[in-house]
């Protein structure tokens, strides 16, 4: 199963910000959709943000405008870039890739996921 791999989550104040790195070893990113997922302490997972081979984007409304989704054409590389971040923003955030390449089919229909990395926003 391939494993993707998720980097830069931490504790940072309200308001602050983070980037979340989402890379691969096994697989080229570049030909698939992906999505950052977040599951917050005793919640279910949720999805934050997908983007398509196109380019094309989707977004929660509650990150909107606030967080940034970019693609490193280079080597696939997906970044979630989180600024103004709220302490109900704290969360395990996950990427999970679509092999379609068209987008993000919701929690049950990404083909593979990384391990999650931990963002707590709090004073």
């Known amino acids: 199963q391939v494993q993707l791999e998720e980097s830069g989550g931490g504790l940072v104040q309200p308001g602050g910000s983070l980037r979340l790195s989402c890379s691969s070893s096994?697989?080229?990113?570049?030909?698939?959709?992906i999505g950052w997922f977040r599951q917050p302490p005793g919640q279910e997972r949720e999805g934050v943000s997908c983007?398509?081979?196109?380019?094309?984007?989707l977004w929660n409304p509650a990150v909107k405008g606030r967080f940034t989704i970019s693609r490193d054409s280079a080597n696939g590389t997906v970044y979630l870039q989180m600024n103004n971040l709220k302490p109900e923003d704290t969360a395990v955030y996950y990427c999970?890739?679509?092999?379609?390449?068209?987008?993000?089919?919701?929690?049950?229909?990404?083909?593979?996921w990384g391990k999650g990395t931990l963002v707590t926003v709090s004073s």
């Open positions: 096994e697989v080229a990113l570049k030909h698939y959709a």
């Open positions: 983007t398509s081979v196109d380019g094309s984007t």
């Open positions: 999970a890739a679509d092999g379609s390449g068209l987008t993000c089919y919701g929690v049950d229909g990404m083909d593979y």
